[in-house]
Each structure stands twice: as structure tokens, then as C-alpha cells.
């Protein structure tokens, strides 16, 4: 995980998991519409997933 993709996770979460698929964009885009610490989290969590 790049120091990029921390800080783009911290800014706008969804645009962070954008290679992940699309299933994880749309749950971190709902997190982060629900709230924003909530979608920076699971960003951060799926980026920092070493089996995907």
C-alpha cells in the first residue's frame, strides 16, 4: 500500500478501492455516504487485505 492510496483513502475513500472490484467500491461509497470516518476505514481495511 502506497502512501498515495493512504492519503486518496483519507480524501475520497471510493476512488481509493477502484481496482478492488466493484463490490467494494459500492461499500465503501455507501460507508462513506453514511459517514466519512466509516468509509475511511474500510478503505483503509480492503487496501490493507494482502489476499486481494
Same mark, same amino acid.
Given at each position: 500500500?502506497?502512501?498515495?492510496?493512504?492519503?486518496?483513502?483519507?480524501?475520497? !475513500? +471510493?476512488?481509493?478501492?477502484?481496482?478492488?472490484?466493484?463490490?467494494?467500491? $459500492?461499500?465503501?461509497?455507501?460507508?462513506? %455516504? %453514511?459517514?466519512? $470516518? +466509516?468509509?475511511?476505514?474500510?478503505? %483503509? $481495511?480492503? %487496501?490493507?487485505? !494482502?489476499?486481494?
Amino acid at each position: 500500500m502506497s502512501i498515495w492510496r493512504v492519503i486518496l483513502s483519507v480524501l475520497f !475513500p +471510493p476512488l481509493a478501492v477502484y481496482d478492488k472490484g466493484c463490490g467494494s467500491i $459500492i461499500i465503501v461509497l455507501i460507508l462513506t %455516504l %453514511l459517514g466519512w $470516518i +466509516p468509509g475511511v476505514v474500510a478503505a %483503509l $481495511i480492503i %487496501l490493507n487485505n !494482502p489476499e486481494r
